[in-house]
C-alpha cells in the first residue's frame, strides 16, 4: 500500500470513528437529576442518586432500549441543588435547554413545586421524590410522584403513638418545606385525635450539627413523644442529643428518615427505643426486596434504603415507557408508564408497584414499625 493510499485508508478508518462517535451521542437519552449532593442532606441525595446510577448501569450493561427502530443508552446527569428550591429550578432550566431531558427527578418537595412552575411549558416530566400529596393534587400533567403519600403516615403514627406512648407531643422536626408540610399536617391530626403539642421548635437540619439548645427546649415542656425528621443523618443527631439531655419519651420519625439510617448514624438502635417510623427495606422479606438488595450491596458495599430503591424502579419505569410508546417525548411516556409499571418484571420493582393513580401517583402501601427491645418490629396498621 503507498504511503497515499495509507494516508487515505487512515483518514477513512478517523472519519468512521468519528461518525460511530456521533452516533453514539445521538443515540443517548439524558435524563436529569437535580437535588442535596452536598451539605447537610447530602447523604440523602447520594442514596437517592445511587439507585438511579444502579439503573442506568444495567440499562446500559444489557445494550440499552429500543425506542421505535432505534437503540439507545441512557445519561444519568446529576446536579448539586444543596436542596434550594431556587437552585432546583434552575439546574432543571439548564437540563432541558442544555442536554434536552425529558425527564428530571427531584427528591425534596420545595424543588418539585418549583420546577412545576414550567415543567409543562418546558414539556419534560417531573420524576417527584416526595411524598407530600399536593404535588399530584396540583393536577400537573407531567409529574409523577414516585413514593406514597405521607397522608397515611401521619395517622397510622399518631394512632399507634397515643395508644402506646402518651398524648403529649413536642415538635422538632426539620424546616424545610417537605418538614413543614408534614409537621402540619401531623400537629393537626395529633389534636384532632385528642392530643396535646406542648412545644413547637423546628430546626435547619441541613446548616446544624449541634441541636442541644432546640432539644432543651423540647425536653423543657415534658412531651411524652417528640416529632423528629429530616435526612436520616441530621435527625439521628437530634435524636442523639435529645437522649443525652435526658429525653426519655418516644420519637416519631417523619417518613424521610429511616429507622435503619438513624440508627447506623447514632451507633445503634438502642437510643431509638420506642421510636416509630416507616418499614425499612432492610427487613422487607419478599424475594423481589431481598433480590435487589444483594445486588445493591454488592456494587456499592452497603444496604440499600427506600431512597435508592424507589428511584431505581422509577428509572427503570420511565425506560419501559419510552419502549412500550416507542417514544422519548414526556408526553407520551407519562400516557404508557401505567402500562409499562404494570408489565415490569419484579427484578427492577423491589417494592412491587402495580399501578399509578390517574394524577400521576404510583401505588404502595403505607407501613409502620416500631423499635421494640433493640429490634425493628413491622405493625399493622389499624384505621
Known sequence: MTKIKRLGHAIAVATLGLGLSFASLADEVNI???????????????????????????????????????????????????YSPAQAATNAKRLKQE??????????????????????????????????????????ALT????????????AFTAYAQTHM?????????????????????AQEWTQKGGEVVVENPMDYNK??????????????????????????????????????????????MDQAKIDEVAEVIGGLEMLEGAIGVVPLSIYETSAARDFITRYKAKYDKTPGSEAAYNYLAMHALVAAMEQSGSTDPKAIRGAIGDAI??????KNPFEVKRITEQGGFVT???????????????????
Open 342 to 347: 404494570a408489565d415490569m418484571d419484579a427484578s
Open 208 to 253: 446544624s450539627a449541634d441541636f442541644y439548645t432546640g432539644a432543651s427546649r423540647i425536653i423543657a415542656a415534658n412531651p411524652d413523644v417528640m416529632f423528629v425528621g429530616g435526612a436520616s443523618e441530621p435527625t439521628g443527631l437530634v435524636v442523639q442529643q435529645a437522649r443525652q439531655l435526658g429525653f426519655q419519651g418516644g420519637f416519631v420519625l
Open 144 to 155: 409523577l410522584r414516585i413514593p406514597p403519600t405521607f397522608d397515611g403516615y401521619v395517622r
Open 32 to 82: 436529569g437529576f437535580t437535588g442535596p449532593l452536598s451539605g447537610g442532606a447530602a447523604l440523602y441525595g447520594e442514596n437517592t442518586v445511587s439507585g438511579l446510577r444502579m439503573a442506568v448501569d444495567e440499562i446500559n450493561a444489557a445494550g440499552g432500549f429500543t425506542v421505535g427502530d432505534e437503540t439507545h443508552t441512557l445519561n444519568l446527569i446529576a446536579l448539586d441543588d444543596r
Open 166 to 186: 402518651g398524648k403529649t407531643i413536642g415538635m422538632a422536626g426539620a424546616t424545610h418545606e417537605y418538614a413543614k408540610i408534614w409537621a402540619t399536617m401531623m
Open 99 to 140: 442536554s434536552g431531558v425529558p425527564a428530571v427527578f427531584v427528591p425534596h418537595s420545595g424543588g418539585v413545586f418549583a420546577l412545576q412552575d414550567f415543567n409543562e411549558k418546558d414539556n419534560f416530566l417531573v420524576m417527584a421524590y416526595t411524598s407530600v400529596p399536593s404535588v399530584t393534587e396540583k393536577g400537573n
Open 365 to 383: 402501601e403505607t407501613t409502620l414499625a416500631v423499635v421494640e427491645d433493640g429490634k425493628i418490629v413491622r405493625k399493622a396498621i389499624k384505621e
